[in-house]
């Protein structure tokens, strides 16, 4: 048989030294792992003077490579340390894939049936939610933020297929995406005075564009005199701000019972004595719910996928019909139009991640055409006002801003 090596050896003692100790790896955290990790090293390089025990070649590595194991997700780890890497998603054992300035590669790495198991499984550890027969699919927040979904059989057709959607906020405010050139400096100012003067805005972009980030820089010109209240899928949103509260969907039990899904979140919002409400994303009916409460006057912010900003508007113009029989398109297309004022469209170029285009919704319809006018446009590497009038002009006013001035900077 084989000699165990130092790697085996130390993995094991400090496993067994947190299993003594009562340690939990999950709240202890990294830092607090590390002193156990280095107790045991320490303990072995003197044991190994005086036996024959494998010597360590680089203390460095096998350090991090423990901690990896015990505190972190073992062979994923070094691919969530890398500030490069967007997502990684495994679609089988052999099948490990991460995904690079929007582009997507095979990584070397080989797992086992048994090892995506163990790892899916301490990543549910502290999210509360569960994967099994009965509740095939899972989504949930990992705890540096970063979003796990996962699929198993016989709903996949053979390999658990999982999913982790980083989170990366590069970008805190409007002025930092001006700073890392996503945004015009006018087309930021103007967004920040959309905001302040209370404009329904939804982000639109395609998978990785930057959503929540912009949302997350919108949401940050709030007053901090709001109170804003958040709904989501799961916790992504971190708004910057002193009165926040912060809702997220949950599964069903075991007996099929005490599910919240978005919907009840956005009623129950309502109730919370909002200035604001922020939706991470609508995907189904509960855009017709978040319609009704942008059209009481409450001021709020979403975002939804789509390739363009038109086909944004209509896609939300479809997704509320889905809320029931009795929901009809002549009641959604004027509460649309009504309720929606920019729809700010994200994209890529050239392997960055843009602000594309910003779309304003006049309010005004063409029989069943939402009447829309185009304010800024991308082409090539610049975002150019298109020398239209913003929607909303009296919301601004209100506010204190005048648009004349907003726009001449936006002009340059």
């Known amino acids: 048989m084989r000699a165990a090596g130092p790697y085996s050896i130390v993995e094991d003692e400090v496993r067994e030294l947190v299993r003594r100790r009562g340690v939990d790896p999950a709240q202890a955290g990294f830092k607090g792992v590390a002193e156990l990790v280095d107790e045991v090293m320490n303990d072995y390089e003197e044991r190994r003077l005086d036996s024959n025990l494998p010597r360590i070649d680089d203390r460095g590595a096998l350090r991090k490579r423990v901690l990896d194991s015990v505190a972190g997700f073992g062979p994923l780890q070094a691919l969530l340390d890398d500030d490069g890497v967007e997502e990684i998603w495994i679609n089988g054992p052999g099948k490990v894939f991460c995904a690079r300035d929007g582009r997507h590669v095979l990584t070397n790495l ?97 998978t990785q564009t930057g959503k929540t980030t912009m949302l997350n820089c919108l949401a940050a010109a709030v007053s901090p005199r709001d109170r804003v209240i958040t709904c989501e899928e799961v916790f992504e949103l971190q708004v910057p701000l002193p009165d926040v509260v912060s809702m997220q969907t949950r599964q069903a039990n075991l007996e099929g019972r ?97 602000t594309a285009h910003v779309l304003g919704v006049t309010g005004r319809l063409e029989g069943e055409r939402i009447e829309t006018v185009s304010l800024w446009e991308r082409k090539g590497d610049v975002m150019r006002w298109t020398g239209h009038q913003p929607p909303r002009r009296e919301r601004f006013e209100a506010a204190g801003f005048d648009v004349a001035d907003l726009l001449n900077e936006a002009r340059g």
Not at 157 to 176: D, Q
């Open 110 to 206: 080989v797992l086992t049936e048994g090892k995506v198991k163990d790892l899916v499984e301490r990543m549910l550890r502290t999210s509360g939610r569960r994967l099994d027969l009965s509740s095939p699919f899972v989504d949930a927040t990992l705890i540096d933020g970063s979003r796990l979904h996962v699929a198993i059989p016989d709903i996949t057709r053979r390999h658990w297929a999982v999913n982790i959607r980083k989170f990366l906020l590069r970008a805190h405010s409007l002025e930092e995406l001006v700073r890392l050139r996503s945004l015009p400096q006018g087309t930021a100012r103007f967004l920040e005075a959309a905001v302040q003067s209370g404009l329904n805005i939804v982000v639109s972009g395609g």
């Open 258 to 354: 005490g599910s919240i899904d978005l919907r009840r979140l956005i009623v129950e919002a309502l109730r919370m004595r909002p200035d604001r409400i922020l939706v991470g994303e609508v995907r189904q009916q509960e855009a017709f719910d978040l319609l009704v409460a942008l059209n009481s006057g409450l001021p709020g912010m979403t975002s939804i996928h789509a390739n363009s900003a038109p086909e944004a508007l209509t896609k939300l113009v479809t997704l509320p019909l889905l809320a029931g029989e009795n929901v009809s398109h002549s009641f959604v297309v004027p509460t649309v139009a009504a309720s929606i004022d920019l729809i700010v469209h994200l994209g890529y170029r050239r392997g960055r991640r843009v």
